[in-house]
């Protein structure tokens, strides 16, 4: 079982560029998470998906769009990178969404934007 | 969501308990108290968690006071690879799942 993997592990792009963000699950999990961690702060989550082909906005969505065509993937994209967006985004997944469901998150994804 | 309060910082010599405080004096009954941990550069881990008896696994242990308003990470025998920032957030039964994650406790662990 590789877990929760993110694809790429560092990204460099200007101002205005847009990227994917892949994550892939391969424990059968139906929600996954995004979120993205400033430095000295805890994670805040941008987007999260209840199952397959649904996806739903978090506590900071603006300027990212998500997509959920496979159960196993859940891609975030930025259409047009701003230098806020510099920050590390770490996927997440859990079987189910309840209290006593832990979280499995992925390596994360370091992105600056110069 | 309820809120969780931890110290910011807190030293332990390597090979001796740790006692990682919590409190929730907000916490519903039906909140489950979650941990976990960020090793430097790395994703959050799952370390426990549990709802109203402790609980053990075999990374941690994990004291819930009787009123549930604080709880408490053991771990038992810390190690060099045990120094991270320590979270614990309160997990409601019927939520969207997603974790609200604080500042956490950074723990040192001294040779």
């Known amino acids: 079982n590789a877990g929760v993997t993110q694809t790429p592990k560092f990204r460099v792009l200007k101002t205005g560029q847009s990227m994917t963000l892949l994550c892939a699950q391969d424990?059968?999990?139906?929600?996954m998470y995004w979120y993205r961690q400033d430095p000295g702060m805890g994670l805040r989550l941008i987007h999260y998906?209840?199952?397959?082909?649904?996806?739903a906005k978090g506590e900071v969505p603006d300027g990212y769009n998500v997509s959920r065509l496979k159960k196993q993937n859940f891609l975030l994209g930025l259409e047009s990178a701003a230098p806020s967006q510099t920050s590390v985004y770490f996927c997440?997944?859990?079987?189910?969404?309840?209290?006593?469901?832990?979280?499995?998150f992925g390596p994360g994804t370091r992105l600056t934007v110069t | 969501d309820a809120k969780t309060t931890q110290p910011n910082s807190m030293e332990s010599n390597e090979e001796e308990p740790v006692h990682l405080p919590c409190n929730h004096s907000t916490i519903s009954g039906t909140d489950y108290i979650h941990w976990y941990r960020q090793l430097p550069s790395q994703g959050p881990e799952y370390v426990i968690h549990g709802l109203t008896s402790n609980v053990n696994n075999r990374m941690a242990s994990l004291a819930i006071a009787e009123d549930r308003k604080s709880s408490t990470l053991i771990l038992h025998r810390a190690t060099l690879r045990d120094a991270a920032v320590y979270y614990c957030i309160l997990k409601r039964e019927g939520s969207q799942g997603n974790l609200i994650f604080g500042k956490g406790t950074k723990l040192s662990v001294k040779p």
């Open positions: 424990m059968n999990h139906e929600y």
């Open positions: 997440a997944s859990s079987k189910l969404a309840g209290g006593p469901y832990e979280q499995y």
């Open positions: 998906s209840v199952g397959e082909g649904t996806t």
